[in-house]
């Protein structure tokens, strides 16, 4: 049995060749008789709604490409022929124009050549100036003229409408609940954001010296004190807190020999000498962290566990 699937590509394929071979015959028709074409009136005009005709049918892109390169053709064509078209409105005559202007103001253009060969004579004078008053007066005609001045509300001394009075309107008086209710509802969200932050600057505080209290002689690299690796979140919170313990002096950060940045503690004898040696500088150590650094930071260090746990708060607002 035959499929009709089959059966119907093969007959637009035979369709297509057979779209393509009239393209093909109208392609070298107007090769060949391209003068013809030329010279006859209407004969590209049948040439292109015969084309219309087949593009009707047009499906595919090779009969497309044909369809273009037949539009190459007549477009050519049509150039052509636009060139052979003639028109007097694009030709411009001088001397005929000037012969014209002369006996519009009265004036003979052979006496008018003789006139101006002696540029002396009192009648070049004429030629000159009043002639052109003639032909000046002719072309003032033909332009519009100035609009006089006009005011658009009326003379400069008129008198203005009287203002209208200004309605005072009451406005709405606070209650005394509303007064006493927001400021201390605000007060108190401060309040506790402050005591909560607070506290977790005293909790890290603590952890940094409980490590330094068990093992002196290491030091604490300040990526591993910071970096949760479990939350970029809390990374960037620990990053604050700690910036408030060396702002007030508790801790310090310096380069290793590798030159990467450690933390420590700093003592209270330490503090007091550097602060009467005026060489204590204290800075709020805040760095920019992107969540790319600090997916680098953790591979690169290999850091597996945060020594800055989470507080219960923390816990809380991820539970």
């Known amino acids: 049995m035959i499929d009709p699937a089959s059966l119907e590509a093969e007959a637009d394929q035979g369709l297509c060749r057979q779209i393509r071979h009239q393209y093909r015959a109208l392609i070298n028709s107007v ?13 590209l005009t049948e040439v292109l709604e015969e084309a219309n005709t087949l593009f009707n049918e047009v499906s595919r892109a090779r009969e497309a490409v044909l369809d273009a390169h037949f539009l190459v053709l007549a477009s ?17 005559d001088m ?57 658009l509300l009326g003379s400069i001394y008129g008198e203005f409408p009287a203002p209208k009075p200004r309605i005072d309107r009451p406005r709405k008086v606070p209650t005394v609940r509303e007064e006493r209710a927001m400021p201390a509802q605000l007060s108190r969200m401060e309040e506790s954001h402050q005591e909560a932050t607070e506290k977790e600057v005293e909790r890290i ?11 002196p002689d290491t030091p604490m690299s300040f990526f591993d004190f910071v970096v949760d690796p479990h939350s970029f979140s809390r990374t960037v919170e620990n990053i604050f807190h700690v910036s408030f313990i060396i702002r007030d002096g508790f801790a310090r950060i ?12 700093v003592n209270i004898n330490e503090e007091n000498e550097g602060f009467e040696q005026n060489t204590q500088v204290r800075n709020q150590g805040i760095i920019a962290l992107s969540y790319r650094d600090w997916e680098e930071i953790v591979k690169t260090f290999e850091i597996s566990e945060p020594v800055i746990t989470p507080s219960q708060r923390q816990q809380r607002l991820s539970a």
């Open 76 to 92: 050519d064509l049509g150039k052509e022929k636009a060139k052979q078209l003639r028109s007097d409105l694009s030709s411009f």
């Open 95 to 151: 001397l005929r124009y000037v012969e014209a202007l002369l006996t519009h103001m009265g004036v003979n253009p052979l006496e008018a050549e003789e006139l101006i060969r002696d540029e002396d004579s009192s009648d070049f004078e004429f030629i000159v100036y009043d002639s052109w008053k003639i032909s000046g007066k002719t072309a003032e005609n033909t332009f519009n003229k100035t609009h006089t001045f006009h005011f």
């Open 254 to 265: 310096r380069l290793d020999q590798d030159r990467l940045p450690i933390i420590e503690p």
């Open 205 to 215: 505080l603590g952890l940094l010296q409980t490590y330094f209290r068990e093992d």
């Open 31 to 43: 090769q060949q008789n391209r003068e013809d074409i030329l010279n006859a009136g209407d004969k």
